[in-house]
């Protein structure tokens, strides 16, 4: 049971992974900023940080107090139930490993298609693509 908490909690962490995030620490100091790099211990890596003095920050776990996501995860399970009205039967969510699986040969992430060709990847894109224009509420 502890084994599958802490993959829980491992694969609800990575979807901070390339996301804007604003970091406390013990010592009352906020930062804002794309997290690159996320360790077991807390200690983690920003890009992009929202200071002029600032280009890339790391922070020892032991200091991190609170970590917030300020941007909307991407919503694979959306996804999935747009491509299952084309693809009935045919369409798996992985979320272990990020993904969508269409057909069993076509990949699909939040970055686009990652494996698979011919007009089933065409027709997987075209409906990734008009998903990812229409605004997120």
């Known amino acids: 049971m502890a084994a599958?908490?802490?993959?829980?909690?491992?694969?609800?962490?990575?979807?901070?992974?390339?996301?804007?995030?604003?970091?406390?620490?013990?010592?009352?100091?906020?930062y804002s900023g794309v997290l690159v790099g996320l360790s077991e211990k807390f200690d983690l890596i920003l890009n992009n940080i929202d200071?002029?003095?600032i280009q890339k920050l790391m922070v020892n776990g032991l200091f991190?107090?609170?970590?917030?996501?300020?941007?909307?995860?991407?919503?694979?399970?959306?996804?999935?139930?747009?491509?299952?009205?084309?693809?009935?039967?045919?369409?798996?969510?992985?979320?272990?490993?990020?993904?969508?699986?269409?057909?069993d040969k076509i990949k699909v992430t939040e970055t686009g298609i990652e494996e698979g060709s011919g007009l089933a990847a065409s027709r997987v894109k075209a409906i990734y693509d008009e998903f990812n224009k229409e605004p997120k509420s």
Do not use: C, H, W
């Open 51 to 53: 200071s002029q003095q």
């Open 64 to 103: 991190v107090k609170e970590i917030k996501l300020l941007e909307k995860p991407f919503d694979l399970k959306a996804l999935a139930d747009r491509l299952s009205r084309v693809f009935p039967g045919l369409v798996k969510i992985r979320e272990d490993i990020g993904a969508i699986i269409v057909m």
């Open 4 to 30: 599958l908490i802490s993959r829980r909690f491992a694969e609800e962490s990575s979807q901070f992974l390339g996301k804007k995030v604003s970091i406390e620490t013990s010592y009352n100091k906020n």
